[in-house]
């Protein structure tokens, strides 16, 4: 980390450890990852400091994973989860609801950007992490989108322009980011003039001049077939390849009314796109996605590159379950403060993206190691992974010096792989990675000292 807190170096030096030690031990558990007593209360004390912010850890973040974005298509998925300490809550403070409305809890938003071409994870562009009141509101209908905790899309939708700024983004986002009044900020926000949307359609909304959007879509033509990779749905699920026809057309939406004239435009010309599964078994549900998009859509081609950026959605679940039951076990937290565990969530989700690129990495690919890396640390992990070679081709680097791949070889190999017939798993990778930020901070310790 590069975080500057009022010049205090400590801070980001801690915050670095504290990444790592997350990522090696794949928990958030303070006492799991922290190396001694020391280093625990020393953890702590980062959490509940007043300059450290979960805004200031995911500025950070962000900073990073715009510079890998850069010139590229990017899609920008968002998506929300829910931390809930149900039967753990006891001493629990500052915390609300959790969705269930009874358990305490809180709620993480976050926006991830995924290379569109290479499908690779490129990091965390921003979230919104926050607790629900212990009290009832009222009629969702009755209130303005901006007092609504819907409004997170939105906000999601204008981070993701400000942030991938020099990237061609595309915004997508499941069914319940399918609200009129984000649809209608892409003709109204300057921000989000920038992006497009493809968000999977939730409600069958009302056709300017009649009918509605469901039979209004399944009266196009189909104009082409694909394979679309269904994403795993969790452990011991690999996943399948499913064949679909797609059509699409120009839609009219008309304005919801319990909305007023001052609120939104009276409709919106969107695109409508279809992909209906042909051939489904029995014991697989046939897929049907309905997108609306605000894409210009008018060949077989550009539909399918929109329902690929729609299919990429799955890498931000990927990021959920690594953040939680199937990684870090977030919900798994002793610490009690609400401002504290917000610090520690926003650590935890740039943990989890940092494993996942690692993991990704162990395959290939052209991505440079700076996406996860600063540029000052690459000379001396350049060092780092000359002493772990040996003399065969085999137990050399194969990949090009200064790629993801590369680095995830170095810290593959310090986290104790040795067999090259099978790729390192994920605790192997997270191993090597804390190891490999140790070594980073003695060179860093010994260049001062020369210095001096």
Not at 4 to 32: F, K, N, Q
Not at 146 to 172: F, P
């Amino acid at each position: 980390m590069s975080l500057r807190y009022h010049g205090d170096i400590r801070i980001p030096r801690r915050g670095a450890e504290i990444l790592a030690g997350m990522v090696s031990h794949r928990s958030v558990v303070v006492r799991t990852f922290a190396a001694n007593r020391a280093d625990e209360v020393a953890t702590h004390r980062f959490f509940g400091s007043r300059a450290v912010t979960p805004e200031a850890i995911l500025s950070d973040m962000a900073r990073l994973t715009a510079r890998a974005c850069r010139g590229r298509r990017i899609v920008a998925a968002q998506d929300t989860t829910e931390i809930n300490f149900s039967g753990a809550d006891r001493k629990r403070r500052g915390l609300g609801l959790a969705g269930d409305g009874k358990s305490l809890g809180f709620f993480i938003h976050p926006v991830v950007a995924v290379d569109a071409d290479d499908e690779v994870l490129l990091g965390v562009v921003g979230a919104r992490i926050w607790t629900r009141g212990m009290e009832k509101v009222g009629p969702r209908q009755k209130r303005l989108l901006e007092e609504k905790e819907s409004h997170r899309w939105l906000d999601g939708a204008r981070t993701a322009a400000r942030v991938l700024s020099d990237a061609s983004v595309i915004v997508v986002g499941d069914r319940e980011s399918d609200i009129y009044e984000v649809f209608a900020g892409k003709t109204q926000d300057v921000d989000l003039q920038k992006v497009d949307l493809v968000v999977r359609a939730r409600a069958n909304r009302r056709i300017v001049g009649g009918g509605m959007l469901y039979e209004t879509g399944d009266a196009f033509a189909p104009v082409c077939e694909m394979d679309v990779k269904v994403a795993p749905r969790g452990p011991g699920d690999k996943g399948r390849i499913a064949r679909v026809a797609v059509a699409f057309g120009r839609v009219s939406v008309a304005r919801p009314k319990t909305l007023r004239a001052d609120q939104a435009p009276k409709q919106l010309d969107l695109t409508l796109i279809v992909a209906r599964e042909c051939e489904a078994t029995a014991s697989k549900t046939p897929l049907l996605w309905r997108l609306l998009t605000t894409m210009a859509v008018t060949t077989a081609d550009e539909a399918r590159d929109a329902i690929n950026f729609y299919r990429l959605r799955w890498r931000i679940e990927q990021v959920f379950r690594m953040l939680k039951t199937d990684g870090l076990g977030l919900e798994k937290s002793q610490i009690c403060e609400a401002s504290r565990l917000f610090n520690l969530a926003a650590m935890a989700l740039g943990a989890a993206a940092r494993i996942i690129q690692l993991t990704d990495a162990r395959d290939g690919g052209p991505r440079p190691a700076s996406d996860i890396l600063d540029d000052q640390w690459i000379a001396p992990a350049k060092d780092i992974g000359a002493s772990l070679e040996g003399k065969t081709a085999r137990q050399k680097n194969p990949h090009d010096v200064g790629s993801l791949p590369w680095l995830a070889w170095i810290v593959a190999r310090l986290g104790g792989w040795h067999c090259y017939y099978k790729p390192p798993g994920s605790k192997t990778m997270a191993q090597g990675m804390r190891r490999l930020m140790d070594m980073l901070q003695g060179y860093e310790i010994a260049k001062c000292k020369s210095l001096a």
